[in-house]
């Protein structure tokens, strides 16, 4: 699924969703659910631009709904979606559904971490790094890898706030920098 920056708003709606579908009792079925919604409308840019146009009218888009969305969702989640409707809030499905997953992993004790890599690394080398980072951590790292050449070597790691720079790149600068302070 694309990651959708979320708002404020789209961060409380889907904190809503998350708490009742949890007091209910519902929490993995309504993930589930939200999870392939959030996919349908990451891997359909159109649909994502129908729920988010505003010269499309609500009635339009109550119709897809009932036809197409509503059978296929549990009630909670059908009542979810019609609250979003009724609150001009459906363009935000997508940053919903990532602000969930975000609350799904933290419940769960997955920390999402970003690689950094000069080049792709393969599913053996990937779950070698994932396993190092969850240890070093303590807790389930869920992998994101990015390409970057200009790192020139090594990786990058991104953990929240936090950054671990062990790039062939950082090192040189680092190098340099001393270089430089000893001449002057």
């Known amino acids: 699924m ?3 920056h979320a708002s404020k708003s789209s961060a409380a709606y889907a904190l809503a969703l998350f708490e009742l579908a949890d007091e209910r009792k519902q929490i993995d079925s309504v993930a589930t659910e939200v999870a392939g919604l959030g ?15 505003p010269s ?9 709904l009932n036809r197409a969305l509503l059978p296929q969702v549990s009630p909670l989640l059908g009542s979810f979606l019609k609250l979003l409707l009724a609150k001009g809030k459906l363009g ?9 997953q975000a609350l799904m992993d933290k419940r769960q004790g997955k920390v999402n971490v970003e690689v950094t890599v000069t080049k792709l690394l393969g599913p053996q080398e990937l779950e070698l790094v994932r ?8 807790k389930e790292a ?7 050449e200009s790192i020139i070597g090594g990786i990058v790691i991104r953990v929240g706030d936090k950054l671990i720079d ?4 950082a090192q040189l600068q ?3 920098k001393k270089l430089l302070a000893t001449t002057v």
Do not use: C
Request: proline share 2%.
């Open 166 to 169: 062990g790039s062939v790149k």
């Open 2 to 4: 694309a990651t959708q």
């Open 56 to 64: 499309i009218k609500d009635a339009d888009r109550e119709g897809v």
């Open 39 to 53: 996919k349908a409308v990451s891997d359909m840019p159109a649909l994502a631009s129908f729920f988010g146009n």
């Open 174 to 176: 680092t190098i340099e």
């Open 92 to 100: 935000e499905i997508g940053a919903i559904a990532s602000s969930f």
């Open 142 to 148: 869920v992998i994101k890898q990015h390409v970057d």
């Open 131 to 138: 396993q190092r980072i969850s240890t070093a951590i303590q």
